[in-house]
């Protein structure tokens, strides 16, 4: 028997307690316009769209529905916008994050209703385990790991665009095998899908808009088991960021992990001594790799600093450089010309959160995190991403490539 002739779930179907979804999309439908996004994008016949689709949505609630059903059709009127940074999800539950450690807490989770109702298969795990062992790295189906301490099989519903992450093998008392971690559907991009998920420690609601699948690899840490050594995420410690080193004689080196406001300060500054008195090489390669942004206080400085230096920039990035990260690329390659390598970036640029403000529905079930700030130049790039000069493979190191690639400039 075929998995395909296996495969009984749907998006509607599930054995979590059903909610009454109008008053969740009324609250994301007014969430939505306090938007600088929504105020960009939505005006003229987009806004006959907007209206459509909210009437459209509304009919479809007059019973109610289960929660990710709802889920994924409040981030349907959410997709008219181009905006990564506003998002609604289900409101996280309040326990700390290393309580999913804790025997007595786990123990007590496993006897409540959420626990016990929370959606799931009734699939034979070992059958769609063998069948999903032979799908290709490339191939969006397959067994994924999660981190160091669960599994994932991800297969289509039967031949349609859809499909569903359950999981396999779970070390975190708080997973079981049989229940869905994702619900997955193919976006009109090529390799993108749009992704509701639940968080590992917490299990609410997320999502994840266009998500790039590459190289065997869901997000950063969900990756699949046959995907093999994969360079395109940088691996090194926190802390060997913001250190100018010497690859070769005529190249140097920098990670620029974070621009965390806060958290870099300190190390901004100790980069840019480092770039004022040690940075002599011709070459400057400044990696933004898995750099998920931060603030301008923190990357314009450093970028100052560099307009003293005479020295040709070579910037990489990979999906999970996001936000300023990718300003800062843009910014490398208009002020100094750099040629970037490696991978398109995550597309979260052009729009942003100040104050960091969350709201919730009334019924308590979803939380809206909107955008206050923008920066229309960067427009072009949002949900889209900054394409690279020079795409990289992952199963070769990055950085080796980049120096190889310099070398031939240099021919």
């Given amino acids: 028997m075929t998995l395909i002739l296996l495969i009984t779930l749907s998006f509607n179907l599930s054995a979590q307690g059903n909610c009454d979804c109008k008053p969740e999309l009324d609250f994301v439908y007014e969430q939505m316009q306090t938007t600088y996004s929504f105020k960009d994008q939505i005006k003229g016949d987009q806004k006959e769209v907007f209206e459509q689709r909210y009437q459209k949505l509304s009919t479809q609630m007059t019973e109610p529905m289960s929660l990710p059903e709802c889920f994924w059709k409040l981030n349907q009127l959410m997709s008219l916008v181009n905006d990564k940074h506003a998002e609604v999800f289900e409101k996280r539950p309040?326990?700390?994050?290393?309580?999913?450690?804790?025997?007595?807490?786990?123990?007590?989770?496993?006897?409540?209703?959420?626990?016990?109702?929370?959606?799931?298969?009734?699939?034979?795990?070992?059958?769609?385990?063998?069948?999903?062992?032979?799908?290709?790295?490339?191939?969006?189906?397959?067994?994924?790991?999660i981190g160091r301490k669960m599994k994932m099989g991800v297969?289509?519903?039967?031949?349609?665009?859809?499909?569903?992450?359950?999981?396999?093998?779970?070390?975190?008392?708080?997973?079981?095998?049989?229940?869905?971690?994702?619900?997955?559907?193919?976006?009109q991009k090529v390799a993108h899908y749009d992704i509701a998920f639940y968080s590992q420690v917490h299990k609410n609601l997320v999502f994840a808009k266009?998500?790039?699948?590459?190289?065997?690899?869901?997000?950063?840490?969900?990756?699949?088991?046959?995907?093999?050594?994969?360079?395109?995420?940088?691996?090194?410690?926190?802390?060997?960021?913001?250190?100018?080193?010497?690859?070769?004689?005529?190249?140097?080196?920098v990670w620029l992990n974070s621009f965390a406001r806060y958290a870099m300060d300190a190390k901004r500054d100790a980069l840019i001594a480092?770039?004022?008195?040690?940075?002599?090489?011709?070459?400057?390669?400044?990696?933004?790799?898995?750099?998920?942004?931060?603030?301008?206080?923190?990357?314009?400085?450093?970028?100052?600093?560099?307009?003293?230096?005479?020295?040709?920039?070579?910037?990489?990035?990979?999906?999970?450089?996001?936000?300023?990260?990718?300003?800062?690329?843009?910014?490398?390659?208009?002020?100094?010309?750099?040629?970037?390598?490696?991978?398109?970036?995550?597309?979260a640029i052009s729009y942003g959160s100040n104050y960091g403000k969350t709201f919730h529905s009334a019924s308590g079930l979803f939380s809206f995190y909107p955008t206050d700030m923008r920066q229309k130049q960067f427009m072009?790039?949002?949900?889209?991403?900054?394409?690279?000069?020079?795409?990289?493979?992952?199963?070769?190191?990055?950085?080796?490539?980049?120096?190889?690639y310099i070398k031939t400039q240099q021919q």
């Fill in 274 to 347: 480092q770039i004022d008195h040690e940075l002599k090489a011709p070459n400057l390669i400044i990696d933004l790799r898995n750099n998920g942004g931060g603030a301008d206080k923190i990357s314009l400085p450093i970028l100052k600093a560099l307009k003293k230096k005479s020295v040709k920039v070579y910037v990489i990035t990979n999906f999970y450089t996001g936000s300023n990260a990718e300003m800062t690329t843009v910014r490398l390659k208009q002020l100094f010309n750099a040629t970037h390598l490696g991978q398109r970036t995550y597309g």
């Fill in 94 to 145: 309040g326990f700390e994050a290393a309580k999913i450690y804790d025997s007595a807490f786990v123990n007590a989770y496993r006897a409540t209703e959420a626990f016990l109702n929370f959606p799931k298969v009734t699939l034979d795990l070992k059958a769609l385990t063998a069948e999903l062992k032979l799908k290709a790295a490339s191939d969006i189906e397959g067994i994924y790991t």
């Fill in 210 to 253: 266009a998500q790039y699948f590459a190289n065997g690899m869901l997000f950063s840490n969900v990756i699949k088991e046959n995907a093999g050594k994969n360079y395109s995420l940088i691996n090194a410690e926190d802390r060997e960021g913001y250190v100018l080193s010497n690859l070769t004689d005529d190249v140097q080196y």
């Fill in 155 to 187: 297969y289509r519903v039967d031949d349609t665009d859809s499909l569903v992450g359950v999981i396999l093998e779970s070390e975190l008392g708080t997973w079981a095998p049989g229940q869905i971690f994702a619900y997955l559907k193919e976006n």
């Fill in 380 to 404: 072009e790039y949002e949900e889209i991403g900054v394409a690279p000069e020079v795409a990289l493979k992952a199963d070769a190191d990055w950085i080796e490539q980049t120096l190889n």
